[in-house]
């Protein structure tokens, strides 16, 4: 299914891809049940089926599309988001704050706030509408900023009552002469946060991409990434490519470069819907290869975009240097991690790739908590199954759970496991609950981390860090309590509640 650029909202991934947020078994099990994504679990009459999920009973936090989009476009540079909603909603601009200053002491830039503001919808507001109180604050934004682009960000709220935000934002955009990109990410819309970057890639396809046919560059990488250091042109720039970083802290003339590029890569592929976009609309040719985690997959993936860009003379040199680096302290690596057991817990495609770096280093992993898992990519090309290649060449996955982040959930999982440590994405709610029950936790949040030949090496470095710290935790544990009845806290099936969501 293409992506569809003439409406301004974005499929859902469920819609789109399939996408599941509650899953147990093996993961070979989940491999073959996601190989077709259409249909209602039965044989529809379209060679196809649609993986089922099951159905917990009940949730106990998560994480809204929303905030995904709004922190993405924040640090757009001479941007202004206006958050369509209550003041609650912006709550989220505190963590975006903190993004946007730790990007920019990580990349060298000057610190500054992120610019946003909030309609503060009220009660009155619900019952007769807010689009004037939207109008008023477009204005506010391009009198007291001067921006070059305004993004819109809609709400659970203005879904709801069903404010005309399009309409509104092409009439202010006449009226200011900037761009006003909205940007549907209301929370209720879908199961998982991760359709809040579909979101703001879409807003971004749609507007702020021009068509540039006659300033094309052979030498330009686009990397979309989701923040974080630069690991990506150390291992691109021996093969005479410039990286075009965007999805971090972009500035406008990053985005307007995307259509000129001569190849896209992502470095998951929950950020694919832009690269599969560029590629149909702009011919900027998608790399489809497996993602760079581990040497085999990074190998193949650095000859992917040799061939995508002509520059196959030079990648075996590449490749052989990097190897030879980093090989003596791989050894000792694996000599000192030999025989350890790992959880991961991060969300689809990276959690495939931390698994594939940790038995790269010889660490044992039968258990995975993925917050959401997607059967296809927008690309729809079988080269793009990061579990499937994970299964191929690393082996199976006995415990294979996806939950949206759920406590009550990675409680069991943990007990289950009871690994020597827990490598996570991010530093909340999953690193805490690790902690509090005596494990030793490596919290990584920006996903870059891991990537390529020196990100295997960072990993173990991590990893060996992090062991020692084991009477700590246990310390901690010692003094924690969990608000689950001594039943469920010696549970280790996180679905022992679930019932099957057949159609």
């Known amino acids: 299914m293409a992506i569809n650029l003439r409406t301004p909202q974005a499929e859902t991934r469920e819609q789109r891809l399939g996408t599941i947020t509650q899953w147990e078994g093996r993961a070979q099990e989940l491999a073959r049940d996601s190989a077709f994504t259409y249909g209602c679990g039965r044989d529809c009459g379209e060679g196809g089926r649609r993986l089922c999920e099951l159905s917990s009973p009940y949730s106990q936090a ?19 988001v206006i958050q369509h909603s209550p003041i609650g909603c912006a709550s989220s601009q505190s963590f975006t704050s903190r993004y946007s200053r730790d990007l920019a002491a990580r990349r060298g830039w000057k610190p500054e706030d992120p610019k946003s503001i909030c309609t503060n919808l009220g009660e009155r507001d619900m019952v007769f509408g807010g689009v004037e109180r939207l109008a008023a604050a477009i204005r506010e934004a391009y009198e007291r900023h001067r921006p070059r682009v305004i993004f819109v960000a809609t709400s659970c709220a ?5 404010d005309d935000v399009d309409g509104t934002a092409r009439q202010l955009e006449d009226e200011i002469g900037i761009p006003v990109v909205p940007l549907h990410c209301e929370g209720f819309k879908s199961r998982h946060w991760s359709s809040g970057w579909d979101v703001i890639e879409h807003g971004i396809l749609r507007r702020l991409v021009p068509s540039r046919p006659n300033e094309k560059r052979d030498d330009l990488l686009n990397v979309i990434h989701l923040g974080g250091p630069d690991v990506f042109s150390p291992l691109v720039n021996p093969l005479g490519l410039t990286v075009n970083l965007v999805m971090g802290g972009n500035s406008l003339e990053r985005l307007a470069d995307l259509s000129t590029a001569a190849a896209t890569v992502t470095m998951c592929f929950v950020l694919s819907y832009l690269a599969t976009g560029l590629e149909q609309e702009y011919g900027v040719q998608e790399i489809r290869a497996p993602l760079p985690y581990g040497l085999a997959a990074t190998d193949n993936w650095l000859r992917d975009i040799a061939r995508v860009t002509k520059r196959e003379g030079f990648v075996e040199a590449v490749i052989a240097a990097e190897r030879a680096r ?3 302290e791989l050894d000792r690596l694996r000599v000192a991690l030999k025989g350890k057991r790992g959880f991961v817990a991060a969300g689809a495609a990276f959690a495939h790739g931390l698994v594939a770096d940790l038995r790269e280093l010889g660490v044992a992993v039968d258990d995975v908590f993925s917050f959401h898992h997607d059967p296809s990519t927008d690309s729809r090309d079988a080269e793009q199954d990061s579990l ?22 990675a409680h069991a999982a943990l007990k289950r496991a009871k690994p020597d440590f827990v490598i996570c994405r991010h530093s909340g709610s999953m690193a805490i609950l690790a902690g509090r029950m005596g494990i030793p936790v490596l919290p990584i949040f920006y996903s870059n981390d891991g990537l390529g030949y020196e990100g295997l090496l960072t990993i173990g470095r991590a990893i060996l860090r992090v062991l020692p710290r084991r009477r700590f935790y246990q310390d901690v544990a010692a003094h924690s309590r969990f608000p689950y009845q001594q039943w469920w806290l010696e549970e280790t099936n996180p679905y022992a509640l679930a019932a099957s969501d057949a159609a």
Do not use: R, W, Y
């Open 62 to 80: 998560s994480m809204c599309a929303e905030q995904i989009a709004v922190t993405n476009a924040t640090i757009i540079k001479d941007a202004v």
């Open 158 to 162: 203005t879904g709801i009552i069903g």
């Open 326 to 328: 980093i090989a003596p």
């Open 388 to 409: 499937g290649h994970l299964i191929q060449t690393t082996g199976d996955i006995p415990h294979f759970t996806v939950s949206p982040d759920q406590h009550f959930q």
